[in-house]
């Protein structure tokens, strides 16, 4: 489903869209070697008949280790007849930043961004895996628990300029979700990786730092850390914790 705002990349992510219906088999995304992850955000809605696809992609590839893929949920569908279970205006606002800052993106769903920096439809498996591949991976964040509630985040040299840093909050388990009305009525759809929190921790210089930990909504959830360009811009280093 794609928002009038966006109407050049809509009808071009509808070409993407239509291509990939005739595929029989997911393709397998080839893992990345390397000392990194590479930052793998869907934003999707359960009221969008057209994310199904790209939301099963994305399921597919949420266990890989060299990856932290990452499933949003947005808001500005649950007019249509169902309101999603996972959306957060927050997770809207971080797609809206995305397409601000890059200015052309477009705001549409689904959409997966790359490290920050390519966008996609994200429902062709083989353009998923291929763009995954291209991207590369952004530096790892060197971080140890320093207690229960807080992590210990090492210096990252050659930080040119400041950074946000992000606290980010999923689950890595399988969430389905039956859907009652809207476009997507009678379907069930299993969800990977559902971020429920995403807190701004500041702005970083890169310098060591002590980070605490905000409590977890839910227990069973995982967190991650992204070091990201203000605004929308460029994911440069990334963390599991």
Known sequence: MF?????????????????CRGAATEAAVPTASGNGLTVVELFESQGCSSCPPAIRNVNAIAARKDLLAL??????????????????????????????????????????????K?????SNPAELAAT????????????????????????QPGLRQPVDLWLVQYDPRSRPVPID?????????????????????GRWDGKALHVPLAATPEKGLASALLAQQPNGGAIIAAAKI
């Open 132 to 155: 995954i591949s291209q991207a590369g991976q952004v530096a790892l964040l060197k971080t140890s628990q320093a207690s229960g509630d807080a992590v210990d985040v090492a210096a």
């Open 71 to 116: 499933t949003f949920s947005v808001t500005y569908w649950d007019y249509l007849g169902w309101k999603d279970s996972f959306g957060q205006p927050a997770f809207t606002a971080r797609q809206r930043d995305y397409a601000a800052s890059r200015g052309g993106w477009g705001v549409y769903t689904p959409q997966v961004v790359v490290n920050g």
């Open 118 to 122: 390519t966008a996609l439809v994200g």
């Open 3 to 19: 928002s009038r705002h966006a109407l050049p990349i809509a009808l071009s992510a509808l070409a993407i869209l239509t291509g």
């Open 181 to 201: 009305r809207g476009e997507n009525a009678g379907r069930t759809i299993d969800h990977r990786n559902v971020v429920v929190g995403l807190i701004r921790l």
